[in-house]
């Protein structure tokens, strides 16, 4: 199970950061990849960054590329999306999620390669101009 943990989304000027984190419990991040998705508004959900925290392996979006990043603290089994530099386009729904490797040896978070199934509520952030 994922939860929401830490500081909530909430409003934030443009320019500004903030840190969202989620704790996993009853599983072991060394066989899960983990993701950050966010809906916008009358968009589809967008994958914006996973870590495969085994392996190190990271990927972002070019939406957010360079401006957000991810970690996790495995002994805490907690995983963090730090955004820098919000925009007001950046205004979503923000969902963590943490994903099974559906081939034996995937190593690359990418959707195609893991089952992401176990989602945390997502917490609102609005960037304002």
């Known amino acids: 199970l994922m939860s929401a943990a830490g500081v909530w989304g909430g409003l934030v000027q443009a320019g500004g950061s903030r840190k969202l984190s989620c704790v996993a419990s009853g599983f072991s991040f060394d066989d899960y990849a983990l993701g950050w998705y966010r809906q916008a508004p009358g968009k589809e959900r967008e994958a914006i960054s996973c870590?495969?925290?085994?392996?190190?392996?990271?990927y972002y979006a070019d939406s957010v590329e360079g401006r957000f990043v991810i970690s996790s603290d495995n002994a805490k089994n907690t995983v963090y999306l730090q955004m820098n530099d919000l925009q007001p386009e950046d205004t979503a729904i923000y969902f963590c999620?943490?994903?099974?490797?559906?081939?034996?040896?995937?190593?690359?978070?990418?959707?195609?390669?893991?089952?992401?199934?176990?989602w945390g509520q997502g917490t609102l952030v609005t960037v304002s101009s």
């Open positions: 870590i495969t925290p085994s392996e190190g392996f990271t």
């Open positions: 999620a943490a994903g099974r490797p559906i081939y034996r040896g995937a190593t690359r978070c990418y959707s195609e390669l893991y089952d992401y199934s176990s």
